[in-house]
């Protein structure tokens, strides 16, 4: 794929709820391995509009393409439900907050990890038991551990489980919503570190939710900044936080508690 391409292309989205605005006037381009992060304080429209984006809600208005495989741009608009499901279950990932909302809890780790490269064809057994064994490791959950249910595992572990069960097909965009949101600020860390190096690693393009600032220092490299359902501003990560032109942005980064 051409660097030049962007990844995924927003032109002019708007989310209404009856007469009360979700998100509206907004376009941006993903560019491929880029994260970038969508702050704003509760209610802002973060949460819609990664809905929007990751096809799990219909727009009011204007559209969302995304460079497909086979090289073409497609208005998420206008794909079949199977082409819809079939992109989720392996060119995107997403991670909830709430890792039971990503994961199957009744069924073991390991199967958690297979299911998703099952749907993308794999059905040798003993293949499907070492990539899931080989992506427990990835995410440091101990091997002893894949014949267990996430219902018997931390917090912690969950949230790792279910970046495992994503990143497995090699999704080219993961779309995350607050991500460590949900775990006690010493686990937030670890978590943190594990998403920031596979991310890197797997050279993944991601677009993650937080109203968590430093998560965004420490993950993405563009920022978006929402209020009231549209973008008040928007740049590199570093130059947004460290410079905030917009006031809402400086009474934001200004809330940030020093460490
Ligand atoms: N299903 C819905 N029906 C009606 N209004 C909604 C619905 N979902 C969101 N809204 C409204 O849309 C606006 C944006 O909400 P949204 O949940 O996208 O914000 P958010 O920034 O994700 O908030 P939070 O950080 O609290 O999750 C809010 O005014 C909200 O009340």
């Known amino acids: 794929m051409s660097a030049q391409t962007p990844l995924l292309t927003v032109r002019d989205l708007a989310k209404h709820y009856g007469g009360r605005i979700g998100c509206t006037d907004i376009s941006l381009d993903l560019w491929p391995g880029e994260v970038l992060a969508i702050v704003g304080e509760s209610g802002s429209g973060k949460t819609t509009l990664l ?27 206008t794909l079949t439900e199977a082409e819809r499901r079939l992109l989720m279950r392996t060119d995107w990932g997403f991670v909830h907050q709430n890792p039971a909302d990503g994961l199957r809890m009744r069924v073991s ?36 551990r894949i ?67 430093a998560v ?18 928007e740049g590199l990560t570093d130059r947004v936080l460290d410079d905030p032109h917009h006031p809402y942005t400086q009474l934001l980064v200004a809330s940030i508690p020093e460490s």
């Open 147 to 213: 014949d267990d249910r996430p219902s018997e595992f931390s917090g912690g572990m969950r949230q790792r489980l279910q970046i495992a069960r994503n990143l497995v097909t090699h999704p080219r965009l993961v779309f995350m919503d607050e991500p460590t949101g949900g775990l006690d600020v010493s686990v937030q860390a670890r978590v943190l570190d594990l998403l920031r190096a596979l991310v890197s690693d797997l050279g993944l393009s991601v677009i993650i939710v937080t109203h968590d600032l």
């Open 109 to 144: 780790a390991g199967a958690n990890v297979g299911e998703r490269l099952m749907a993308v064809g794999q059905r040798h057994y003993g293949r499907l038991r070492e990539a899931a064994g080989d992506w427990l490791a990835r995410v440091e959950i101990d091997a002893a």
């Open 216 to 233: 965004a220092r420490l993950l993405s490299q563009r920022i978006i900044v929402m209020k009231a359902g549209r973008i008040v501003e």
């Open 51 to 77: 809905s929007c984006l990751s096809a799990r809600l219909e727009p009011s208005a204007g559209s969302v393409r995304y460079h497909m495989r086979d090289g073409e741009m497609r208005n998420l608009a």
